[in-house]
């Protein structure tokens, strides 16, 4: 990958960590990964193409997720690269698969893949998510 400024590894592993953490407490229904990880002013588009703007606007969002799943979806997640734009902005890009998600009839859905994008801040000194963008590959994409 080519970046558009050479990457602090430690920034990289910070970032790596971040997504990491974040898809592991959300998969045992942790809401405060948000407060943690996602800067008050985040915005985050879902797959159904929904634009969500703020923090406890995402929150409430995905707590709406897992109760409809009743917290059977779990999702697994790898990271391909992360670019960083500037030393304070970089884009993190990976995969992510869904599996014990339920249609709205509570009937099984088959695995659900896709691909996410965060782009992430550093705000005195510390990287936050401020831009969460998820999307679904359709079969032949």
Sequence with gaps: MNYAVIPDQ???QILRGMADQALSRLNKGDLTVFDD?????????S????LIGG???IKEFFRELIKSSDGQAQQSSSTEWIRFLTPELAII???WTVTGARDA???G???IKGRGLEVAQ???GRWWFVATREMVIFKGG
Excluded: H, S
């Design 10 to 12: 430690g920034d990289e």
């Design 47 to 50: 797959v159904g193409g929904k």
């Design 37 to 45: 990880f996602w800067a008050e002013d985040a915005d985050y588009v």
């Design 55 to 57: 923090r406890e606007l």
């Design 105 to 107: 009839a509570g009937n």
């Design 93 to 95: 890009e990976g995969l």
């Design 109 to 111: 859905l088959p695995p």
């Design 122 to 124: 550093k705000r005195d």
